[in-house]
């Protein structure tokens, strides 16, 4: 028997605010434990939330980006349930009108992934296990960090499919400013929901969850042994346990944690503390028309009206700060080819030497672009500028003031690299000879020679020229 796997996502994001999202506390990452809170996050009787508009605003923009419908009148539900990472003992989330529904993502080669829907709620507090004192300690600074639920359709058929659509949501995500998407801070989790079936069923087979997944190889590899162990169950003749199971990296294997809690355990019903949401159709024309280029429109552009090749354009629309600052040096006179090659050699390189994230980092625009001037004017050679580079790129240094600092300006003086080819030439007679008899790798023994007592700072172009002339 062949075996299909079926898979449905769950992924929760948090989003890019400044504050939660019914308080004024920041939602910073890494704070001490419990100092970014305040009476209403830490679900105090007698507070009240309020509802953080900005919130509304970017799960309104990543519904209209992932082709959703948005529900004009959409409100929020209590999830009740106990759990010491939550003080008040319910999650305020959306259960009946969720803010977006039934949408798509195309993931390439001809596969879309339906959205269920998108739905708003609070992030939950942290708990800290110490297994020194034997402690579990509470950190109520996640507690009110506002997300969004993206919920699919059972669509995907293997691990590919789900990497692809988590690349495509991440990277669609940031550079609608939606959320940084860090992966490796929880900003984006992934609960997984796996079932197997006979290929050419059009029934569903009873799944299993597997909870906050936080990196792709993760979830590559929970995927890969799950089906495994749910198809050998099959034709063992048991059966496949509806339940939610960890995945625990060390051992490579599913664990089962729980049995699948049904959903009216949650009692939900909707909160009479927060007004419904209603948004007017001038407000959604204004969040649709506000929507950025996306990745793709970019590619599509970078080769179309800069000619860069589809490589290029796929490497640098990759990252939105990537993107950003290309654009930039374009916009500053850079010629876009040699702007890619820079930020795909040089730019990137610096910045996995250094363990950087290309959006934190400080070299600007203006900085590289003059340093591309240099080399396009001939005042400084590639490998000069190279190091140049290197040196500037920690903390956006003044190229100009360096080149001069160091005395590293190009010799362009014809006289001078004249005067080195002599001298080259009279102290190694052996060459010159070896040359004349037609050995070709003697003659770029003799423009190293040349460029070594120029310091490296000649044009090697140059060099070549004035050497070929004089050897005749
Ligand atoms: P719950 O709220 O209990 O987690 P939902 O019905 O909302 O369940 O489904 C959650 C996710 O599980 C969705 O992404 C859905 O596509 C997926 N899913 C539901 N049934 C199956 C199944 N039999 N096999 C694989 N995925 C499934
Ligand atoms: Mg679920
Ligand atoms: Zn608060």
């Not at 028997?1 to 605010?17: N, R, S």
């Not at 400013?177 to 050419?200: F, H, I, T, Y």
């Amino acid at each position: 028997m062949t075996w299909e796997t079926v898979i449905g996502l769950e992924t929760h994001v948090e989003l890019a605010t400044k504050t939660k999202i019914f308080c004024s506390c920041t939602t910073e990452f890494g704070g001490a434990p419990n100092t970014h809170c305040c009476p209403v996050c830490m679900g105090m009787p007698g507070t009240l939330p309020v509802l953080n508009q900005k919130v509304v605003e970017l799960a309104v923009t990543a519904g209209l980006a992932l082709n959703c419908a948005i529900t004009p009148h959409s409100r929020f539900d209590r999830k009740n349930y106990f759990y010491p990472d939550l003080p008040k003992a319910y999650q305020i989330s959306q259960l009946y009108l969720p803010i977006a529904r039934n949408g798509r993502v195309d993931i390439g080669e001809g596969k879309t992934i339906r959205i269920h829907e998108l739905h708003m709620e609070e992030d939950a507090g942290k708990l800290v296990h110490d297994p020194w004192l034997d402690q579990t300690l509470a950190d109520y600074n996640r507690c009110g960090v506002p997300l969004i639920e993206i919920v699919t359709e059972p669509d995907f058929r293997c691990a590919e499919e789900v990497i692809a659509y988590l690349e495509k949501l991440k990277e669609t995500l940031q550079y609608l400013g939606v959320s940084d998407c860090k992966m490796q801070e929880g900003s984006l989790r992934c609960d997984v929901n796996l079932s197997v079936r006979p290929a050419g069923s059009a029934q569903l087979g009873v799944r299993t969850e597997m909870k906050n997944l936080n990196s792709f190889k993760a979830i590559s590899r929970a995927i890969v042994y799950e089906a495994r162990r749910q198809i050998e169950l099959l034709e063992e003749g048991k059966p496949v346990v509806q339940q939610t199971r960890r995945w625990d990296e060390n051992k490579d294997a599913t664990y089962a944690m729980r049995s699948k809690e049904n959903a009216q355990d949650y009692r939900y019903f909707p909160d009479p503390d927060l007004p419904p949401v209603e948004l007017s159709g001038a407000y959604l024309d204004r969040l649709r028309a506000a929507l950025p280029e996306l990745a793709e429109a970019k590619r599509v552009r970078y080769q179309t009206q800069w000619g860069l090749p589809a490589y290029d354009a796929k490497m640098i629309t990759s990252q939105k700060p990537l993107a950003d600052f290309f654009e930039a040096l374009v916009s500053l006179g850079t010629k876009p080819k040699q702007g890619a090659n820079w930020i795909m050699g040089q730019v990137l390189g610096q910045l996995s030497a250094h363990g950087l994230e290309a959006g934190d980092m400080a070299l600007t625009p203006p900085t590289l672009a003059r340093l591309i001037a240099l080399v396009e004017a001939g005042k400084l050679n590639r490998n000069t500028a190279v190091k140049v580079f290197e040196a500037v790129f920690e903390t956006d240094g003044d190229v100009d003031a360096y080149v001069a600092a160091h005395g590293l300006e190009q010799v362009s003086d014809a006289g001078l690299v004249a005067e080195a080819v002599e001298q080259v030439l009279a102290a190694n007679e052996k060459s010159v000879a070896d040359y004349k008899a037609g050995k070709e790798k003697a003659f770029g023994f003799l423009v190293g020679q040349v460029m070594r007592r120029l310091k490296g700072q000649a044009s090697p172009a140059m060099v070549n020229q004035v050497l070929r002339d004089r050897l005749g």
